[in-house]
Each structure stands twice: as structure tokens, then as C-alpha cells.
């Protein structure tokens, strides 16, 4: 059992030991790519950018719903009239 103990002990110190160079590593490769940003920064940016490109897009669809109101007719039809799919073709 103590071996065991031991053992697990031995592990963990290893394992935090690599834990220290992988962070190191981060930050000198970080540094060396003039990046400042933490991940959970990169993931909070991403979000409000895909947020705000969201609301973009929904109001360009209510337009887009108003214009073809206006002309008794689909969305379809306004978005082939101005040369776009209502598809997001680059995801499909």
C-alpha cells in the first residue's frame, strides 16, 4: 500500500512538473507571437463579435422581411433579386 502511495506521490509530482514547462512553454511562445491574450479572453472576444454578427443578421432579415412585404412576395425572391442565397453557403 505504501508503495502504492508512494508511487502515485512520484506521479503527480511528475505530472506537475510537466504541467510548469507546458505553461512555461505557453508563455514564452505567447511572447514570442506578441499574443496578450488568455484563452478565456479569446473565447469571451469570439462570442461577442459571433453576438454581434447575430444581431446583424437579424436585422438585415427584417429588412429583408419589410422589403418583401412591400412587394407582396417572398424573401426568397428580394434575396435572388439581389444576387444572394438564403443559405450561409460557406457553412453548408
Known amino acids: 500500500m505504501e508503495q502504492q502511495l508512494e508511487r ?6 511528475s505530472l506537475e512538473s510537466q504541467y510548469d514547462n507546458l505553461r512555461e512553454d505557453f508563455s514564452n ?5 506578441n499574443l496578450n491574450q488568455e484563452a478565456n479572453d479569446v473565447k469571451k472576444l469570439h462570442i461577442r ?5 447575430n444581431d446583424l443578421r437579424d ?3 427584417r429588412l429583408t422581411q419589410l422589403i418583401a412585404d412591400d412587394k407582396k412576395c417572398k424573401m426568397g425572391e428580394v ?3 439581389m444576387g444572394f442565397s438564403m443559405l450561409d453557403e460557406k457553412y453548408s
Do not use: H, M, T, V
Request: proline share 0%.
Open 8 to 13: 502515485l506521490k512520484n506521479e503527480i509530482k
Open 49 to 53: 463579435r459571433l453576438k454581434n454578427y
Open 29 to 33: 511562445l505567447s511572447a514570442a507571437q
Open 79 to 81: 434575396f435572388e433579386e
Open 59 to 61: 436585422i438585415g432579415l
